[in-house]
């Protein structure tokens, strides 16, 4: 009677894994797309993203211009092309300095405690007492605006999120019997961080990462709409629907094309993010 009941928990569970795996590979072909995209955008553009021509300016959305034309009669379809790589590439850069600089200084407070572990923890104490967005627009505006500072602003704000998760994670395994294995096997501690940490530690930190992707994306365009990241006549999807925020009655298309472009990416990488953190979930893999 006992396997009885038990063998529905073991089906559903192994239905649910299946279905996650579906979804997981699902958005991975839909990545994959997007980075294509993004990668080749150059390529794609059926015109110079950057060529002005004032005769064809603010026409609507046809089979010679798919997007329609801005004010300076430049292609908007190629425009939002080149502004999603920018947009993207700028974001995973962002990413994956706060990952590796926030996870680095996490695994470090954790892993030697002290005063290290005091002084890190209050500057992030302090990072964190603030609105991340207005914190970053202060930075920003200090800096004197551009796309990178704007990257430079948001790492500023974001790494401590990272190194909390790292520290927790260290603190739970640094004491542990594998851990005191190594140590009396003579490794030193760069060693054991290297093969024993940090591989025990990675699963929360990437997963919190793929989270963070539209988050950012939407956070660095945040910037740019606000005139503190990219700047003209730069393609940035913030920065080109700033732009045509004063023709959304009149000329639609001018702001619509680049914030879809932002809807998609964003929900492409949260999907990815939520189904990457559910197949990563033990609860989904555990047997009753």
Not at 268 to 282: K, W
Request: hydrophobic fraction near 45%.
């Amino acid at each position: 009677m006992r396997e009885d009941k038990k063998t529905p928990s073991v089906r559903k569970l192994r239905v649910r894994k299946s279905h996650i795996k579906t979804r997981l590979v699902l958005f991975l072909l839909l990545t994959a797309a997007l980075m294509l995209t993004v990668i080749f955008a150059q390529q794609i553009c059926p015109y110079d993203p950057n060529a002005q021509d004032t005769s064809i300016s603010l026409q609507p959305p046809s089979l010679e211009h798919l997007a329609g034309t801005d004010r300076f009669g430049r292609d908007m379809f190629s425009r939002i092309l080149v502004g999603l790589q920018t947009s993207v590439l700028s974001t995973l850069c962002l990413v994956v300095i706060i990952t590796v600089a926030g996870t680095a200084a996490g695994i470090l407070c954790g892993y030697y405690g002290g005063i290290l572990d005091s002084v890190v923890m209050r500057i992030s104490d302090v990072c964190l007492a603030f609105p991340g967005l207005v914190f970053a627009l202060a930075i920003a505006s200090l800096l004197g605006g551009g796309l990178h500072n704007a990257v430079f602003a948001l790492a500023v704000i974001s790494w401590p999120k990272y190194a909390r998760i790292a520290r927790s994670q260290t603190l739970s395994v640094k004491n542990t019997d594998y851990i005191s294995a190594a140590r009396l096997a003579g490794g030193n501690s760069i060693q054991i961080i290297i093969r024993h940490v940090l591989p025990n530690s990675i699963g929360p930190i990437l997963v919190t990462s793929m989270l963070d992707i539209g988050t950012m994306l939407m956070e660095l365009a945040g910037l740019s709409f606000l005139g503190l990241g990219a700047q003209p006549p730069t393609a940035e999807l913030g920065n080109m629907m700033s732009g045509g925020r004063s023709m959304l009655q009149t000329y639609p298309w001018v702001i619509i094309g680049p914030g879809i472009a932002i809807f998609a990416a964003v929900v492409i990488f949260n999907l990815l993010g939520d189904t990457f953190r559910d197949y990563l979930d033990p609860r989904n893999s555990r047997r009753n």
